[in-house]
């Protein structure tokens, strides 16, 4: 089956810092990726739809200026969480599309970030 | 406001009882999937619903879309603890591709 890896699994940084997370598709290509935010037994937040070599369309409420999302090839999305602070210490998922597969989303292992 | 609602929220049951979540939309889907998250881990795609009326099952999991394409449900026969976790149902509007909304999820907790 398709698989999503996400890179780093967890990080820990400092308040200010700025924070790469890495999605790729390992073995399909991904027009479309979604980045997602989950809070502890909470459900999936969709923060924004990420396309293949365009600008992201971000949630409402969501910060464009600092959750950044670059989609720069087919296999390959990157969020980067600029001058994290401790309140955007959360689990983030992001899944990607199949295009042969009917809607379905396979999603990344997530990455655990903490801001401290 | 939150656009697939999913309830109950948790549900814990002893190993052989039956379980069921149950999602509803205030707008007509297109389709609907389900997933499962096991804890710590990331959701896995278990289905996707399309047909009004439709039901598909698989092994002791039991799903349906409801008649006016809004609501669905998860049911589950004779639980076992590799059961546990929380499932999520998510629908989609308009195109079959695209932002899934997401229900909170069902946490399911299975007593042995």
């Known amino acids: 089956g398709a698989v999503v890896s996400q890179h780093p699994s967890w990080v820990i940084c400092k308040s200010g810092t700025s924070v790469k997370i890495e999605c790729r598709s390992l073995?399909?290509?991904?027009?479309?990726m979604f980045w997602y935010r989950q809070f502890p037994k909470q459900s999936l937040m969709l923060m924004a739809t990420?396309?293949?070599?365009?600008?992201?369309?971000?949630e409402q409420g969501v910060e464009k200026d600092k959750f950044l999302i670059n989609h720069a090839s087919l296999t390959l999305s990157t969020l980067t969480v600029t001058s994290a602070h401790p309140e955007d210490s959360s689990f983030y998922i992001c899944?990607?599309?199949?295009?042969?597969?009917?809607?379905?989303?396979?999603f990344g292992p997530g990455t655990r970030l903490t801001v401290l | 406001g939150q656009q697939v609602m999913q309830i109950p929220q948790y549900q814990h049951v002893q190993e052989g009882e039956d379980f069921t979540t149950y999602c509803n939309s205030s707008?007509?889907?297109?389709?609907i999937q389900w997933y499962k998250q096991r804890p710590g881990g990331h959701p896995v795609f278990l289905i996707q619903?399309?047909?009004?009326?439709e039901v598909k099952k698989q092994k002791r999991l039991t799903f349906q879309f409801g008649e006016a394409k809004k609501n669905s449900s998860l049911h589950i026969t004779a639980t076992q603890t590799t059961d546990v976790g929380t499932y999520f149902c998510?629908?989609?509007?308009?195109?079959?591709?695209?932002?899934?909304?997401f229900g909170r999820g069902t946490q399911l907790t299975v007593w042995p």
């Open positions: 899944s990607a599309e199949l295009a042969g597969a009917p809607g379905e989303q396979f």
């Open positions: 073995d399909f290509q991904a027009t479309t």
């Open positions: 990420s396309n293949e070599g365009s600008k992201a369309t971000y």
């Open positions: 707008t007509t889907l297109s389709n």
């Open positions: 619903l399309v047909k009004s009326g």
């Open positions: 998510a629908g989609r509007r308009g195109s079959t591709l695209g932002r899934l909304y």
